[in-house]
């Protein structure tokens, strides 16, 4: 599968990452090794976590999803053919949260236990510490990378301002700068990111690895109205979509997915992977027959006439 570089940092990756974030949550163990050997089969190699996936699950307590990362990198063997991405700033517990450096150097080295490796290949800031100065944080990374710990750095869920002070700290001396930015981006989140974000990583370069590609399921179409939502773990997540405007984009969807032979959780991934930027949207799959789907889309080269179409149906404002 081609490659594609991830900012400057000299990481190259497929047109397609993987979420973490459901592995010790809606994914069991031997569920999550049998996706993940699948997906590495398939010619894709990063795969995004963080240290707090998934504490918001009863009886945990956080770090699940990276534990059981590490024990499916060491059955497997192939370090060197994936490239995990994790995150550090939001909380695990008392007094373990946020930017600060010695927190950041402390959840480095939990991260680095429970993924058993010595080196984090993208370790992401998981949101801004406004309590933070952006060269405390960056001091942090520089340490880390001076020590071979960590290779690349990027930011999540920062805003453009915030972004681009923390870039330009990074180009001053002895500093790192983020080589990607993990946004909140998909066919229906689309203003907030395309107005600010996108043309600020567009002039700087920076990578961009989308998360909830899919609007936690509802551009999978499974989703239509809300006694679809009954006993789904996600429910609450997908609630806002159910409106004119996320109807109109399930219309476009499916228009398009007809054109294909296809379906809309491919449709919706396919824009994503040919937007301006964009490196690798990260989409999770619960089972081997999401992850087919999702693989698909990196098979889909959409035509001009369908991203126009799936354009107009998203539109913030309506249609004329």
């Known amino acids: 599968m081609e490659k594609r570089k991830l900012g400057n940092s000299g990481l190259e990756v ?6 973490g974030n459901v592995f010790g949550w809606t994914v069991d163990e031997p569920t999550s090794f049998r996706i993940l050997d699948a997906f590495v089969a398939a010619g894709c190699n990063l795969v995004d976590t ?3 996936y998934s504490a918001w699950v009863p009886g945990n307590k956080g770090g699940e999803s990276e534990t059981i990362l590490g024990k499916w990198r060491k059955r497997s063997g192939n370090r060197r053919e994936v490239l995990i991405a994790t ?6 517990g008392p007094d373990r949260e946020g930017l600060s450096r010695s927190y950041i150097l402390r959840a480095a080295e939990d991260s680095l236990r429970r993924l058993q490796t010595d080196c984090i290949d993208l370790y992401q800031s998981h949101a801004d510490d406004p309590g933070t100065p952006l060269e405390e944080t960056l001091e942090a990374y520089a340490q880390l990378i001076r020590q ?3 290779r690349a750095i990027g930011a999540s869920n920062y805003t453009a301002d915030r972004l681009a002070k923390a870039l330009e700290v990074g180009t001053r001396p002895g500093y790192p700068s983020y080589q990607c930015l993990q946004p909140l981006y998909n066919l229906y989140d689309r203003a907030e990111y395309e107005a600010d974000l996108e043309p600020l990583c567009l002039e700087k370069g920076v990578g961009v690895i989308p998360y909830f590609s899919l609007a936690s399921g509802f551009l999978t179409g499974k989703y239509r109205s809300e006694s679809d939502l009954a006993n789904r773990s996600r429910g609450e997540f997908v609630k806002k979509y159910l409106n004119d405007r996320g109807f109109r984009i399930l219309d476009a969807l499916d228009r398009v997915a007809g054109r294909y032979h296809s379906v809309p959780a491919v449709v919706s991934l396919a824009w994503l992977i040919a937007r301006p930027g964009v490196t690798a949207p990260i989409a999770s799959a ?3 027959g999401q992850l087919a789907d999702l693989i698909e889309a990196t098979k889909l080269t959409l035509d001009p006439s369908s991203i126009e179409l799936l354009d107009r149906a998203s539109d913030q404002r309506p249609p004329t």
């Open 286 to 288: 619960t089972s081997l």
């Open 87 to 92: 995150k550090v700033g939001k909380e695990m």
């Open 50 to 52: 963080a240290d707090m």
């Open 14 to 19: 497929a047109p397609l990452a993987l979420g």
């Open 148 to 150: 071979g710990k960590v």
